[in-house]
């Protein structure tokens, strides 16, 4: 199993004619992904042709839809139109909408998270790396990738993988993958301050998932997400957990790298939600280079073999 996509998972892309969206869709057709419909206004009636796959374009993400039964929506749509391409998404009724999109107005974002209350459509993102569940084929192919994610580095397996930072998604995976540790499910919810999907939203889901049988969590400084998923684990969750949280030499007041990693008070800072994710019995790594072995000791802790 895995969360929030499977292999036969269909996928629109908006933004597939851009340079972003369609080296992306491309990657994303080599790693066996279902993409099955393409969006961009005026570009209808067109095709996107890669080793034999003929994706149709639409002018609208309900068309494509209706036309071929897509439920998920990555969007590689310019940060000023986004907001406007994440609601399409929402109009349409999808399952789903994943924004890949950096730099989309707070306003914006507000403006869409209150436009989404109610709706039925998740939003993972904006600014985000994406979701990967990797497949069984060589270097994990016939899986399904959605962003900007390295395919190849994931492996099929067991451990779901939750960050607000592409990078070290990536890293996490990476060291799994090289000690033969395999993935259910990588998910990147984005460092926006005013995101869809959080922490405890993804955690919620691995902790409910049969074949994820432990989780690493990777937060940074900004906010109280990950102190909220914290405190859900302690209380809920009896799989192992490793954390590791970024950002231990940031001075306050300065923003560092994504827009909400910025210390606004004693309960942002690294030291602190390391200090409650030691609290709440979640196995801290001292460094982005120890997520993997600090997953391990936590599963060695509650007697879960790793594989």
């Given at each position: 199993m895995s969360i929030l996509i499977t292999p036969e998972t269909?996928?629109?892309?908006?933004?597939?004619?851009?340079?972003?969206?369609a080296k992306h869709a491309q990657l994303s057709l080599d790693y066996g992904t279902r993409v099955v419909a393409g969006v961009t206004p005026g570009k209808g009636g067109q095709f996107f042709e890669h080793k034999g796959a003929k994706v149709p374009i639409f002018d609208t993400v309900s068309?494509?839809?209706?036309?071929?039964?897509?439920?998920?929506?990555?969007i590689f749509v310019p940060p000023p139109f986004a907001g406007d391409a994440i609601l399409e998404c929402v109009d349409a009724g999808l399952d789903l909408a994943v924004a890949i999109t950096e730099g989309i107005p707070i306003k914006d974002m507000i403006r869409?998270?209150?436009?989404?209350?109610?709706?039925?459509?998740?939003?993972?993102g904006p600014n985000c790396p994406g979701i990967v569940t990797p497949g069984t084929g060589k270097d994990s192919n016939g899986g399904c990738r959605i962003g900007i994610a390295p395919g190849y580095i994931h492996k099929k397996g067991?451990?779901?993988?939750?960050?607000?930072?592409?990078?070290?998604?990536?890293?996490?995976?990476?060291?799994?993958?090289?000690?033969?540790?395999?993935?259910?499910t990588s998910v990147g919810i984005g460092g926006d301050p005013v995101n869809g999907t959080s922490h405890l939203?993804?955690?919620?889901?691995?902790?409910?998932?049969?074949?994820?049988?432990?989780?690493?969590?990777?937060?940074?400084?900004?906010?109280?997400?990950?102190?909220?998923?914290?405190?859900?684990?302690?209380a809920n969750c009896k799989k192992p957990v490793a954390g590791f949280i970024a950002g231990a030499t940031a001075p306050a007041g300065r923003r560092m790298g994504h827009a909400g990693a910025i210390v606004g008070g004693a309960e942002d800072t690294a030291a602190a939600k390391i200090a409650v994710f030691q609290e709440c019995g979640i196995e801290v790594a001292a460094t982005p280079s120890d997520m993997a072995d600090a997953l391990l000791r936590a599963a060695k802790a509650k007697g879960v073999t790793l594989s």
């Open positions: 269909k996928i629109l892309v908006q933004g597939i004619t851009g340079a972003f969206g068309e494509a839809a209706k036309k071929t039964g897509a439920t998920v929506s990555v869409v998270k209150r436009a989404m209350s109610g709706s039925s459509t998740r939003l993972v067991h451990v779901g993988v939750v960050s607000r930072s592409g990078t070290l998604t990536y890293e996490a995976v990476f060291q799994l993958t090289t000690k033969g540790i395999g993935q259910s939203d993804v955690i919620k889901l691995f902790n409910a998932d049969p074949d994820t049988h432990a989780i690493i969590l990777i937060g940074e400084i900004g906010g109280n997400a990950e102190v909220e998923a914290a405190r859900w684990i302690k």
